[in-house]
Each structure stands twice: as structure tokens, then as C-alpha cells.
């Protein structure tokens, strides 16, 4: 029978013990149960869904909207201005697709396959540069010189995006996703904002062939998409494109680094790298949380009927580790016979980019082993500093040297 858990008393999961190991937070959540009634750490209540077999189901339910006019009283994500919101995060059904058929050219597997050569050569000059820090420091922080730069060039190129106005970029979206505080959050949004304004006036006087300029051309010309969606859709790509790639490459390479025997496996045969990425994605993503979702009318999940108007959050992390999905779930093993994951979306949200972050991943990945053959870590693993928060865990740095 189904049941609405009680409001008025919530768990907390997202505390000191979640920031140590939050694997183990969400294992003890799965075994209570798949759907719980959580606090989140301002105190917004959400359902929080753990079990993999509903967290599938539940990204394909059209009844389970991102558009915000659905939400109720819980978290509704990040505030921003409309300029940045009018985006693919928060549209469902027509205006989804309507978007996504604009601005999908650019990102379809033929189209990232012909960037392949360009992806590469960016990946071999950043190595270049990390291998010249490491020769004259003894050590190199691989995120600064190589993770982080390397989405952000290759999705700069795509929106013919100034190279030197790359960096800031990428600071304002990491103080976003993790602010000191208000003021801080406000005032990222804020240059993100005027940051992107200007890019698209900077692309109406002088279009191109990129991604950008032809979004813009939809924009003035045919009238497919409006002001407010043409910034927010060089946001998303822009933020997504650029954090979850780096954070997938530092992350993922101290995950091989971790295990020895996978590694040398990969090092001795290279064309297991693609299913070493895979792997890399259920085991090793930084994403939490897929984007939260709200009820348009009771839906009941894993047994437990949620309101309409209630924000749900499907814990990706979690139901990458359920173990009534993946045997020894915790274990990151490359030859895998089961790699489906989620790491990328499901449904409607499927990852727009997913072809190029693979691409990037890969090819990044691959570049390191062989041109390190003696890479390794330059400080304990246990002094590595990370971000955690309910939405994501990532590395603040990754000391190498080799």
C-alpha cells in the first residue's frame, strides 16, 4: 500500500558524515528504503530516490517536470535570472525539443567525430604544457593545467569564445556551484549574465561558422528561439560542457591511479579505453543528483505517493551503486559485462553532449597513460582536498607528477 511519509520531522543525510563518505550514507539510505522524505542542508525539503530501478523509471516519467512553474515549496535549484533560466534544464515536451533540434547539429556523434583531430591536438598541447610544468616544479596540478582548460577550449571553440575570457569564465561557474556564500553567489550569476549578453552582441556583429552564430541566426532570422533562450542555451553549454568534463578527467584518472591492476591493463592495451570511460562514468562521476524534478500530480514511487508540487532528486550516485543492479557495485572493474548507466541522463534529458564529453574523456585519458608512463600522485591520496555537497563531489586538485 502506498504512503506518504510524515513532513514535519525530515532525515538529514547531507552532514559531516556525507562529506566523509557519502557512498556509505546512501547505502544505508537504500536499505531503509528507495524514496525518502530529506532535508536538504538549507532545510528545503525534497524526496530523495535511491534505488536504481526507480531512479530509471522515475527520469523517464513525463509526470516528473523540471519546468519550475510546477514546483511547490521545496528546492527549486539555483536562482537565477530569467536570461540564464530559459534553458533545456528547465523545459519539458515542445520547448524541449524545440531547442534541442536548434542547437543538436553541433553536438551529433558525426559532427563530434569530425572534431575529433581538433579535440586531440588541444589534449596534446595541454599535455605539452603539463609535462613542462612538471619538469620545472617537480609536480603539476593536473585539474589547473590540463582537465580544466582542456572542456573549456574545446567548447570555447565550438561558441567561438575568446581564449583569454575562458578562464574567467570557468571561475565564476565553480563559484556558482559551490559559493562561499550569497554575496559570492550572487555576483558569479551576475557576470555570467553580462558575460553572455556580450558574447551574443560580440556574435551578431561578427558571425561565424560556430555553434553560437548559428543559434543567433535562428534567433534573428526565423524567429525559433527567444533572447532569453538563446543566453541561457550558451550557458548550459557552456557550464555543462566544461564542469562535468573536467571533473570526470582529474576524477577519473585518480580512480585508475587507485587501482593498479586496471591501469596496467590499460596501459597494455589501449582499445579497453572506451570501456574503462564507461566504467569511469557509473563509478567514478561527480554528479550526485540528477536535475531535480517536480510532481505535476500525485506520483507514487518505490511505494511512497509524492504530492504534486514536491521536488524530487534522483541520487545518481546512489543508484550507481545499488547492488540490486551491478554486482559488487562498489568495485571499479573495466571489463564490466553490464556498463549501463545513467551518468549521462535517461529519457527526454539524455546528455545533449554526451558524444563529445566521451570524446574528450577518452582521448584525454588515453594521451595521459601514454605520455606518463610514470604518473603517479604527488601527495597522499587521504591530503586530496574535494568539494562534496549534495549535488556533486569533485576534486579541488589533483597534484601529478611522473
Known amino acids: 500500500m502506498s504512503h506518504t511519509a510524515q513532513a514535519d520531522v525530515l532525515s538529514q543525510p547531507f552532514g559531516e558524515e556525507f562529506r566523509t563518505d557519502p557512498y556509505a550514507v546512501y547505502a544505508r539510505l537504500r536499505a531503509a528504503g528507495s524514496v525518502h522524505r530529506v532535508a536538504l542542508p538549507d532545510g528545503a525539503p525534497v524526496w530523495l530516490v535511491t534505488h536504481e530501478a526507480d531512479v530509471r523509471r522515475g527520469l523517464a516519467d513525463a509526470r516528473l517536470s523540471v519546468d519550475k512553474r510546477h514546483s511547490g515549496t521545496g528546492f527549486k535549484g539555483f536562482s ?60 603539476a596540478d593536473l585539474l589547473a593545467e590540463f582537465a580544466t582548460p582542456l572542456p573549456l577550449k574545446v567548447i570555447g571553440d565550438l561558441l567561438a569564445v575568446p581564449e583569454p575570457e575562458r578562464g574567467r569564465f570557468s571561475g565564476w561557474v565553480a563559484t556558482m556551484l559551490a559559493p562561499p556564500g550569497r554575496a559570492e553567489l550572487a555576483a558569479a550569476i551576475g557576470e555570467i549574465h553580462r558575460y553572455l549578453v556580450g558574447l551574443v552582441a560580440a556574435r551578431r556583429a561578427d558571425p561565424g561558422e560556430d555553434v553560437f552564430s548559428g543559434l543567433i541566426a535562428a534567433r534573428d532570422e526565423d524567429d525559433r528561439l527567444s533572447e532569453d533562450e538563446l543566453v541561457s542555451l550558451a550557458f548550459l553549454i557552456l557550464m555543462a ?23 596496467a591493463a590499460l596501459r597494455a592495451d589501449p582499445g579497453l579505453m572506451p570501456a574503462a570511460v564507461e566504467e569511469l562514468l557509473r563509478h567514478s562521476h561527480p554528479n550526485h543528483t540528477a536535475i531535480r524534478r517536480f510532481a505535476t500530480e500525485p506520483v507514487e514511487i518505490g511505494g511512497v505517493r509524492i504530492p504534486a508540487g ?34 549521462l541522463g535517461h529519457g527526454l534529458h539524455h546528455c545533449l553532449g554526451a558524444a563529445l564529453a566521451r570524446t574528450q574523456i577518452t582521448l584525454a585519458l588515453t594521451t595521459l597513460l601514454h605520455r606518463f608512463p610514470g604518473l603517479r600522485l604527488a601527495a597522499p591520496a587521504g591530503d586530496l582536498r574535494w568539494t562534496t555537497t549534495f549535488r556533486f563531489h569533485a576534486l579541488r586538485e589533483l597534484p601529478v607528477t611522473a
Open 80 to 139: 537565477l535570472p530569467p536570461a540564464l533560466d530559459a534553458n533545456l534544464l528547465n523545459l519539458d515536451a515542445e520547448d524541449h525539443l524545440r531547442l534541442r533540434r536548434l542547437v543538436s547539429r553541433g553536438f551529433t556523434p558525426r559532427h563530434v567525430e569530425g572534431l575529433r583531430a581538433r579535440v586531440q591536438e588541444a589534449v596534446d598541447g595541454l599535455a605539452g604544457r603539463l609535462e613542462r610544468r612538471i619538469g620545472a616544479d617537480g609536480s
Open 241 to 263: 560542457g566544461s564542469e562535468n568534463v573536467q571533473h570526470l578527467i582529474g576524477g577519473g584518472l585518480l580512480t585508475l591511479l587507485n587501482h593498479p591492476g586496471q591501469l
Open 310 to 343: 514536491d521536488t524530487v532528486l534522483f541520487a545518481l550516485a546512489s543508484a550507481h551503486r545499488d547492488p540490486a543492479r551491478y554486482a559488487g557495485p562498489d568495485r571499479f572493474d573495466i571489463a564490466r559485462a553490464d556498463q549501463g548507466h545513467l551518468a
